[in-house]
């Protein structure tokens, strides 16, 4: 979901001292992945490397699916010490209904200020990012529900049924 997008920066970036850091907590498969992770590298047995690099895979994968929520980095702090992580998680829970001007000013940026923090930060716009947040969320109601349309577009914050139905045909089309 959308902190993909902040590690996607972390990870993707030309910057020195630039790594995610994952607030896993004391999720057991997590340190129990790190433990045999380590316990293979030590072992140096036939086809370590091979196995390495796949539980390393299985890993990064962990993290994302269990965490993705808890992602920080190091780069994406600022002077006011908010975190794009936090705007990120900010906008998860707000997406329905909040605007560019309003999540500034929760932040304490000016408008401008802030979508282009959002933008330098992403590579998206406030409103790519809140569009991929309804659309997401209506796929899931999508897949889990039996909820009309209709009923859809209104939980996922939009106002006019046609838009909704005209922007997933879009992205729809853009997948093709």
């Known amino acids: 979901m959308l902190p993909l997008a902040v590690t996607a920066h972390v990870l ?3 910057t020195v001292e630039n790594y995610p850091i994952f607030h896993s907590g004391n999720d057991a498969q997590i340190h129990d992945m790190l433990k045999n992770l380590y316990i ?15 539980m390393l895979v299985m890993f990064w994968a962990m993290l994302l699916r269990f965490h993705e ?11 006011t010490g908010n975190s794009v992580t936090e705007i990120l998680n900010y906008l998860n829970r707000h997406y329905q209904s909040v605007t560019l001007r309003e999540a500034a000013k929760h932040f304490g940026y000016s408008t401008s200020h802030f979508s282009t923090l959002i933008r330098e930060s992403t590579g998206r716009t ?21 909820l009309s349309n209709l009923a859809i577009c209104e939980l ?5 049924p046609e838009h909704f139905m005209r922007t997933l045909k879009n992205i729809w089309n853009d997948f093709r």
């Open 69 to 79: 929520n808890d992602i920080e980095s190091i780069l994406t702090k600022d002077s």
């Open 40 to 54: 293979e590298y030590l072992s140096h047995a036939k086809c370590s490397c091979t196995f390495l690099n796949s």
């Open 156 to 160: 996922v914050g939009y106002e006019s």
């Open 126 to 146: 406030f409103l790519q990012i809140i569009r991929d947040i309804k659309l997401n969320q209506a796929c899931h109601a999508l897949r889990e529900t039996s």
């Open 12 to 14: 993707y970036r030309k």
